[in-house]
């Protein structure tokens, strides 16, 4: 069972930058299309970004040029980068696979003030 870790959430200003860190167990980590999802009270949880096992990524129009999705795969790691944050972007943020095969990490917080 591959077990998710997220990490390096936190409390900003707009337009400051955060990476966050998601740490995957298991072998099958290299074999999955990764993404970042985020949830916010209320809402649905929503894709951000995928990056795929050779490192084609996509992006939710509203982070396109903002956020950036890389992946080390000998770390069993998947990042995002986020620059020129929003308050919209103030939410819980998951990685999982695309689609969503594994369990859900505790998620890390984002919030953004202005």
Do not use: H
């Not at 209320?42 to 992946?71: H, M």
């Not at 998620?107 to 202005?114: I, R």
Request: glycine share 12%.
């Amino acid at each position: 069972q591959v077990q998710l870790v997220e990490s390096g959430g936190g409390s900003v200003q707009a337009g400051a930058s955060l990476t966050l860190s998601c740490a995957a167990s298991g072998s099958i980590f290299g074999r999955l299309i990764m993404a970042w999802y985020r949830q916010t009270p209320g809402k649905q949880r929503e894709l951000v970004a995928g990056i795929t096992r050779g490192g084609n990524t996509n992006y939710n129009d509203s982070v396109k040029g903002r956020f950036t999705i890389s992946r080390d795969n000998a770390k069993n790691t998947v990042y995002l980068q986020m620059n020129s944050l929003k308050p919209e972007d103030t939410a819980v943020y998951y990685c999982n696979a695309n689609p969503t095969i594994l369990a859900w990490g505790q998620g890390t917080q984002v919030t953004v003030s202005s």
